[in-house]
């Protein structure tokens, strides 16, 4: 047993353009086969059909000779003329050979008691005296019934339909034996002829469409192509080239999709670098800080140890604040992780409320007015909620109040979060939503900045924002603001 390599590289098929090529190929010729083979084997019923009619009327037209019927000519038309009696079997024959002359491709003979007799008196097209086995056979043959028709595939003359009936006259011991055979090759030639001619166009046909459906479908497939070889030259370390977007279609489509993908890729893999940078930045403040300290440490000195350690603890314990709200904002990101049901809002605010109250030295008044129900997740809402307290107590001043307040205004839920604190410079209100961005609140409250991207990530996962009103000095207000959805709504979409 060979050893399978873990990974095979799948084996390249045919272009989509051959295999395209090649269905259409296949199908045309398979239409164009039908259609010819068809028309080919009824043209053929009917020109064998011809055949037997004509000799099935010359059948009649010997039968009338020997009852002495009024004969019609060859052309069919009947004539008025009755045949003159036969004294002998020969002067039968001689009178069913003149009156019934050879048509194109046909070919007569008489014979009395087996010998040739009589052969036609124009030249015919087939000379049945050159086959006398054949003749012979069909003098048997027409033993039993008198008259037989048939088709013989003869090796002197080709295939060969023929009418061979025997005749005689009364008193005459003489056996009588009329054929006439009409040259099938040459009857079915101009319907061989036509096929022929039609299969030389058929192929000419296809060439055509080969090579027309060649340029087409090249040209249709080349933005695919564009498509394929820019895609490929876009890594993960240069997500930066866009596919060019040209016309408006199917594949236009595809290019503006793929293009929106690697814009979130970009996205995605820009913000991670950040994060990354972020943490590393983050950490290095507590690191050096610990590294500096330990290496300063008396251990004979019990004061500087326990100092040490203090501060040691302090800063593990803000390293390990900083990983939990890194792992939180991780989560808020993930926009398709939010756990949403039917929640009463009215209920909502008061848990919140209820949490947040028992922190010390500050008023909690409420505002709550939203009532009714909106699909959220409770849990996330009510942990950017309570996060927005959380700063409106660290940032305010003791015994102020603080007032928590929701309302439902123009299908959106507003839940806010008031305080009467130092507030926020201008120029620093879109860098605190920013991660670690912080600003300098010379109260000696340092937090891991990440509070507020917590917060608008979990607004964003809810189709929703974060809005600030703020005045310096008087007090801030953050907003949650996202769209009100109900579990109706939801079905009549669904
Ligand atoms: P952290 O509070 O951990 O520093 P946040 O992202 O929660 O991080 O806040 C970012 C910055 O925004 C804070 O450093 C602070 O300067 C400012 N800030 C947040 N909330 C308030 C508030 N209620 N009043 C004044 N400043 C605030």
């Known amino acids: 047993m060979s050893d399978e390599p873990a990974t095979r590289r799948p084996q390249r098929r045919a272009s989509v353009r051959v295999r395209i090529l090649a269905s259409i190929l296949v199908v045309t010729a398979l239409g164009m086969a039908i259609a010819s083979g068809t028309a080919f084997f009824v043209q053929r019923e009917v020109e064998l059909q011809e055949v037997d009619d004509h000799l099935r009327t010359t059948a009649q037209r010997v039968e009338g000779i020997v009852t002495r019927m009024p004969v019609a000519?060859?052309?069919?038309?009947?004539?008025?003329?009755?045949?003159?009696?036969?004294?002998?079997?020969?002067?039968?024959?001689?009178?069913?050979?003149?009156?019934?002359?050879?048509?194109?491709?046909?070919?007569?003979?008489?014979?009395?008691?087996?010998?040739?007799?009589?052969?036609?008196?124009?030249?015919?097209?087939?000379d049945l005296s050159r086959d006398e086995d054949m003749l012979a056979r069909m003098l048997v043959e027409t033993e039993a019934d008198g008259a037989v028709i048939g088709t013989v595939v003869s090796p002197e003359l080709g295939s060969l339909r023929y009418l061979a009936m025997r005749v005689g006259v009364e008193g005459d011991p003489a056996v009588g034996l009329y054929v006439t055979a009409v040259d099938l090759d040459a009857e079915l030639n101009d319907v061989d002829t036509a096929f022929t001619i039609y299969a030389l166009i058929s192929i000419g046909a296809l060439a055509l469409i080969a090579i027309v459906g060649w340029f087409v479908s090249g040209r249709l497939l080349r933005p695919i192509r564009r498509l394929e070889r820019t895609a490929a030259r876009i890594t993960a370390s240069d997500l930066g080239e866009r596919i060019p977007v040209v016309g408006n279609d199917d594949v236009s489509g595809l290019t503006r999709t793929m293009n929106g993908m690697f814009d979130r890729l970009d996205g995605a893999m820009t913000a991670q670098r950040q994060l990354l940078d972020d943490v590393r930045h983050e950490l290095r403040t507590p690191i050096t800080i610990l590294q500096g300290h330990l290496e300063l440490l008396d251990p004979e000195q019990p004061d500087d140890v326990r100092a040490t350690r203090d501060l040691a603890l302090d800063e593990l314990d803000r390293m390990a604040r900083l990983v939990k709200d890194i792992e939180a904002l991780a989560r808020a990101d993930h926009a398709d992780l939010a756990q949403v049901e039917e929640v009463d809002l009215e209920e909502l605010g008061a848990q919140v409320l209820a949490k947040v109250s028992v922190v010390p030295c500050r008023q909690w008044a409420q505002q709550l007015r939203a009532t009714g129900s909106a699909l959220l997740d409770p849990h996330r809402i009510t942990q950017a909620w309570l996060q927005l307290a959380d700063n409106a107590a660290k940032y305010s001043d003791e015994c102020t109040t603080i007032t928590l307040g929701s309302q439902v205004q123009g299908g959106e839920l507003h839940c806010w979060v008031q305080d009467e604190g130092q507030g926020i410079p201008p120029e620093a209100r879109e860098r605190i939503f920013e991660r670690f961005g912080r600003v300098d609140t010379g109260r000696g409250v340092r937090g891991s900045g990440l509070g507020l991207p917590i917060v608008a990530a979990i607004a964003a996962s809810h189709g929703g924002r974060v809005e600030l009103e703020s005045v310096p000095g008087l007090g801030s207000r953050f907003t949650i603001v996202v769209p009100v959805r109900t579990g109706a709504e939801e079905r009549t979409e669904g």
């Open 73 to 126: 000519d060859a052309a069919g038309d009947s004539a008025a003329e009755q045949p003159p009696a036969a004294e002998s079997t020969v002067k039968l024959l001689e009178s069913i050979m003149t009156r019934i002359p050879p048509l194109q491709h046909d070919g007569s003979i008489a014979l009395v008691d087996a010998a040739i007799r009589w052969k036609p008196p124009t030249a015919p097209d087939i």
